[in-house]
């Protein structure tokens, strides 16, 4: 018995320690990937788009039309009947069940969280037309040129499961009268987060961001 509580132990502390050595290698990951910088930031360019964080999320806000592209013709204005404008369009792109099941902070379950966190998952794009925003400390203006911008929405686009070459709407599922969910390619992970994916957004575009950007600070910190 005692032998077994020995054996048992020693796989406690071996596990621990590998658990310890993952976050180690996960935090000098995310903090190497966000401090060093990929692309440039420009003064001026054709387009322009916005990108903007919550503090835990980033999305990316880009013209509704343009004549590279419309993006009315790809998720159409009928999946939002309450609308009041459709100057611009901001999506974002996460774990599935996150996004569905916490609407608000307050409802965020512990299981949910783990379950983004540790487990490969289903993901959704969240998208949401309205006036173009005002810059802030959390939302950015970023100027781009033609090509880069439309190397950017080829991501943004791919990004979106389509049926028929249709968006594949979550029927009912968004927070408010303005927003919805669409099903997304790819799951999510600990090294695939949302951050990430406006990262690999930004990298497909040269705008200045982090490396390997996990967090929402290794993409705004860049863009100041």
Not at 149 to 177: A, W
Request: proline share 3%; net charge positive.
């Amino acid at each position: 018995m005692k032998k077994l509580a020995k054996i048992s132990i020693q796989k406690i502390g071996l596990f621990f320690e590998a658990f310890v050595a993952f976050l180690f290698f996960y935090a000098t990951i995310a903090m190497y990937g966000a401090v060093i910088p990929t692309g440039e930031l420009k003064q001026n360019g054709d387009l322009y788009i916005y990108v903007q964080s919550n503090g835990i999320h980033t999305d990316v806000c880009l013209p509704a039309i343009t004549k590279e592209f419309n993006w009315l013709d790809f998720v159409p204005k009928e999946d939002f009947l309450n609308n009041q404008s459709f100057d611009f369009i901001t999506i974002g792109w996460g774990d599935k069940g996150f996004f569905l099941d916490t609407p608000t902070w307050a409802e965020l379950k512990v299981s949910t969280a783990l379950n983004a966190a540790f487990l490969p998952s289903t993901t959704a794009m969240h998208v949401k037309y309205s006036r173009e925003p005002l810059v802030s400390e959390t939302r950015k203006k970023v100027f781009l040129d033609q090509k880069d911008y439309l190397k950017m929405v080829k991501y943004i686009r791919n990004s979106f499961k389509t049926k028929r070459n249709l968006v594949e709407l979550i029927s009912g599922r968004g927070y408010s009268v303005d927003d919805n969910f669409y099903e997304a390619n790819e799951t999510y992970h600990l090294f695939r987060t949302c951050n990430r994916w406006t990262n690999r957004v930004l990298k497909e575009a040269n705008i200045k961001t982090g490396v390997f950007a996990l967090f929402p600070n290794g993409i705004i910190s860049h863009l100041k």
